[in-house]
């Protein structure tokens, strides 16, 4: 089985406007540079998130919030060269320990309802391949968990005929990848390399407190996309009421970035084609040249 390199597409899916920019943003560059048809999904629109950025926390933009959201993640995708979908649902917030999660959200909706609009995307699409995140969700939002429950069923559902009929003809996504973005092992690279240098590093604080979470999938593929970090770090930026200039992910030193992490990371969850891992494509298996019977 392989593709013909115009007829690559690659859909995202994530859960709230920014999400797609900070995970895996730069291999979304890097793809749609290469002609490579690349779709964002997007769950929510992000309508209960907080506004991170001091400089725009004031009372029109947070009552203004679902609309400036919309806009940001317009801007987001035209510069990383991307198509992107709203599918529609409710934002959940993040709701404290003991704070139940609102009536109307994602997350509290049945699986096969939530998972209808992006099955209905997958079929009219048509990607070799689709990217979320694990089960973990990340980080352990309602909405992100949830992304991943939905978008494992629609990766199987969309290819049973006997399945949402309504939803569109059938469709078979080759590959489904999960993002292994800010991970323990990033922070710690960064860190060092960072005090190596005499930088000063926040990153230190982070990795004491981090939770005592399971191992991390193995990393099957790693996707070199240095050269596409300054159009992920724009796009990032253009969601300018989550992202705060200089501070959190902008404030660490691209030059040591390139140098010692200059890849982001995934794992292959499942491949209905042959591959040999370690990969450095997500779409290994599928070009020309590599047809395996």
């Known amino acids: 089985m392989f593709i013909q390199p115009s007829a690559l597409r690659l859909l995202t899916v994530h859960a709230h406007p920014d999400d797609e920019s900070s995970k895996g943003a730069a291999t979304l560059a890097r793809y749609a540079a290469q002609e490579v048809d690349v779709m964002v999904a997007t769950f929510t629109g992000g309508e209960r998130g907080s506004v991170l950025n001091p400089a725009l926390d004031r009372p029109g933009v947070r009552a203004d919030l679902a609309r400036i959201r919309w806009q940001e993640m317009a801007a987001a995708s035209e510069i990383l060269g991307v198509r992107q979908r709203f599918l529609g649902f409710t934002d959940s917030g993040l709701p404290g320990p003991d704070e139940p999660l609102p009536e109307d959200c994602f997350a509290l909706l049945p699986t096969a309802v939530a998972a209808e609009p992006l099955i209905a995307l997958i079929r009219e699409f048509r990607p070799q391949v689709v990217v979320t995140y694990d ?11 949830m992304t991943h429950r939905v978008t494992v069923e629609a990766f199987e559902a969309a290819a049973d ?4 009929p309504a939803a569109g003809e059938p469709w078979q996504a080759a590959k489904l990848y999960y993002h292994l973005a800010l991970s323990r092992a990033w922070f710690r690279t960064m860190h060092e390399a960072m005090t190596a240098r005499g930088v000063d590093s926040s990153m230190g604080e982070l990795l004491a407190d981090w939770p005592d ?5 193995a990393t099957t593929t790693r996707i ?3 050269e596409q970090f300054a159009v992920r770090d724009a796009a990032l930026l253009a969601h300018a ?14 030059d040591i970035e390139c140098e010692v992490w ?3 990371d995934y794992h292959l969850a499942r491949s209905l084609v042959e591959t040999t891992l370690p990969e450095s494509d997500l779409f290994a298996g599928l070009r020309p040249g590599e047809e395996h019977g």
């Not at 089960?135 to 968990?145: A, F, I, L, Q």
């Open 135 to 145: 089960e973990t969700g990340g980080y352990p939002h309602p909405d992100h968990v």
């Open 161 to 164: 005929p006997d399945r949402f």
């Open 213 to 217: 979470t399971p191992p991390a999938l």
């Open 224 to 226: 070199r996309c240095a």
């Open 241 to 254: 009421t989550q992202i705060q200039p200089g501070a959190g992910f902008m404030a660490h030193p691209r």
């Open 262 to 264: 200059p890849t982001e």
